[in-house]
């Protein structure tokens, strides 16, 4: 099978993509030629998704980074979790934030040491609500590496907001169960 019999079809949505065991089943046969011809390839994408990403072109840019993901080989780990990190930064711009956290995740999942995807799906989780999934990916990247101002400063903010969260959904809870009773 060729590079070319991957039909690009499959790849149409960049919101579909296929999961990294159909890409790895999918390229079985590509020549080690051919796997590096693509992961060059994917690599000029995210160039040119970083080069529109600098001059705040975010949907050009989220769509390099998706071009580069239909092309970059399922065995090229790090490429890829870079593209998708990228891709989740393109999509953070474009107040996406459910895909770009999913986008980090997948970052994450083929490359679990990436602080830059962790510290971006922090922010999200943080811009989303989700304050204890956002402090554990801070934690994790200040015992990674300390030097991270924005991650310090959230190890010790968010503490208090999810004990505050909690106490405020406690009172709701109570103050329902009340009215349940007096009815």
Do not use: W
């Not at 903010?157 to 709701?172: A, D, F, H, Y």
């Amino acid at each position: 099978r060729r590079s070319s019999d991957l039909e690009p079809e499959i790849f149409s949505d960049c919101d579909q993509e296929p999961e990294e065991e159909m890409l790895q089943e999918l390229e079985k046969e590509l020549s080690d030629e051919e796997r590096e011809k693509r992961r060059e390839e994917s690599g000029r994408f995210k160039e040119e998704g970083n080069t529109e990403f600098k001059k705040g072109d975010y949907i050009a840019a989220e769509n390099s980074y998706s071009r580069g993901l239909q092309i970059c080989p399922a065995c090229c780990h790090k490429e890829r979790a870079i593209l998708f990190s990228n891709r989740a930064a393109a999509r953070m711009k474009q107040d996406k934030k459910d895909s770009a956290i999913t986008d980090c995740t997948k970052a994450i999942k083929l490359n679990p040491d990436y602080i830059r995807a962790k510290l971006r799906r922090a922010e999200l989780y943080e811009k989303t609500d989700k304050l204890d999934e956002a402090l554990e990916d801070y934690k994790f990247v200040l015992e990674r590496d300390p030097s991270v101002q924005h991650a310090r400063e959230a190890c010790m903010r968010l503490p208090k907001q999810i004990e505050e969260r909690n106490e405020k959904m406690k009172e709701e809870m109570i103050s329902k169960l009340k009215d349940r009773k007096s009815t």
